[in-house]
């Protein structure tokens, strides 16, 4: 009865303040609407590569303390894609970037399978169409933009937050599409991509992006220490050929190389003088590659170094107050498990120490112990030991006494490990299961969220609708400028880097595929997007379109 009585007075009372103060209750709602709309100045979004919440209970007991993400779980995010249970990074990146689900392989371009309950169907016209993502939807509206990953920077979850193509291999289109973004701050792995050469990953097209990247006014930095030392507001920082070095491994392999955090910090430092405000990408990509690999070492060292960046983003946007900062894994791989056939009995009397201490021996990951290994195999045992396996029993021996290669010893080190730490693994692919939300500030997502919601959510804090942003960005260029009456050719007569034609008359434009450039009368103009080709469509920014009209008069 008590409780009744409270919310009759209760309300009695809210309506006697309301009908007393008309004109300053009407001014408080549109004080309150104000609030309501005020866009978030600043975004960064960080994605652990392949994480399964497994993954991050294992770094925590490791560590023996909290993690930064500890004190920002807010939900939890679903991660299929438009035709499988089960995503690739590829496609979990497109739909964190771009609100739309996708296909294994494509980068931010539209599926062309849609089977997967929940999906959104695609109209026929639409396969393979290039969708606006958030980083293109921030620098719309002024604001300095980054992106950081510890792969090649080329690679599947940073390109679908910078590039658009339906071959998430296809470094030297992802590439080239990066280099003309424009963006202000570029970290990560990847140098080989941007060179011509011979290598497996140099560019086949004999275009030197390195130049191209120095000739747009970047910093070019190789180490950390040129890193710390850059005052330039446009940085671009190339730490390796490929990918860059397991936290754990960096200070015996790699010493030169920056941290995630350091990256991390650098960059906010970099963006924040931008009045606008900014948007920053993040991706520890190599708790996947590890998982991959069944290989739990490396697991622990690039979550625990994602967590240092995530305490990196939570100490500026704590102080900011108009940061929203977000964290989570794009999908879950290897089925790992704490337990496996060793504890099926006496699970609930196992100590923790029975899972972690023989994980503490390791001083090297997979990658950094097998790395030692010689060509002979004849260290095995010493590399064995690096990494964690000492004091080998005889059946241990034995299984190393039967390995050929140094694929084969990654396979039975990481198996000989798993057994001693009691863990377990399913798979060396990805997983399905939902996957932990973090996030901090104002407008954060919260609740139980599809990955594309994630992208949404961002888009509305920053002021834009990613629909809309689509039809300005990526137009067909056969329909528009035919409306424009232009015919529309590609010069083939470099096929590795094809362009654009559209004539009218005597006037022509001429647009290199994968660059924001058009030419007209012999002078070249920026476009405030790249010329996309996907499936044989050709794609292009309202603006090349104005562009011509303007001058083709």
Known sequence: MSFIRNR??????????????????????????????????NVIMMVMDGTSSTATTLARWYKGEPLALDQIVTGGVRTFSAESAITDSAPAGTAMATGRKSNSSYVGVLPSVV?????????KEDHFRPVANVLEGA??????????????????TPAAYSGHHM?????????????YQNMDVVLG?????????????????HEDLVKVIKDKKYDFVETKRDLNQSKSKKIWGAFSQRDLAYDMDRGTTNPE????????????????????????????????WAAHQNDPIGIISDVLAFDDAVKEALEYAKKDKNTMVIAVADHGNSGISIGNSNTTKGYDQTPVSAYIDPLKKAKMTLEGATGKLKDDLSNIEESAQLYGLDHLTASEKEQLKDVKDKKAAASVFSKL??????????????????????SYGPKKPQGLLDNTDIAKTMAKAMGFHLDKLTSELFMDAEKAFQKAGARVTIDKKDPANPVLVAARKNIKAEMPVNKNIIKIKGKDYELDSVIVESDGTFYVPKEAVRLFKKYAR
């Open 167 to 179: 071959n998430r291999n296809n470094f030297e289109v992802l590439g080239e599409q990066q280099v």
């Open 8 to 41: 009759i007075i209760g309300f009695t009372l809210a309506g006697a303040v309301a009908l007393g103060s008309v004109g300053t209750g009407s001014a408080a709602m549109e004080t309150a609407k104000k609030k309501e709309d005020k866009k978030v100045k």
């Open 139 to 156: 620098k719309q509206t002024g604001r300095a933009t980054g992106l950081i990953a510890t792969s090649e920077i080329q690679h599947a």
């Open 115 to 123: 089977n997967s309950p929940g999906a959104d169907p695609v109209s």
């Open 417 to 438: 490990l798993a057994n001693r730490a009691n863990l377990g693994f399913t798979t060396g692919g990805h997983t399905g299961e939902d996957v932990f939300l973090y």
């Open 189 to 205: 792995g990847g140098k080989e991509s941007l060179l011509p050469g011979t290598n497996e990953k140099s560019r086949k097209d």
């Open 257 to 288: 190389q920056p941290t995630l955090a350091d990256m991390t910090k650098k960059s906010i430092q970099t963006l924040s003088k931008d009045k606008d405000g900014f948007f920053l990408f993040v991706e520890g990509s190599k708790p996947d």
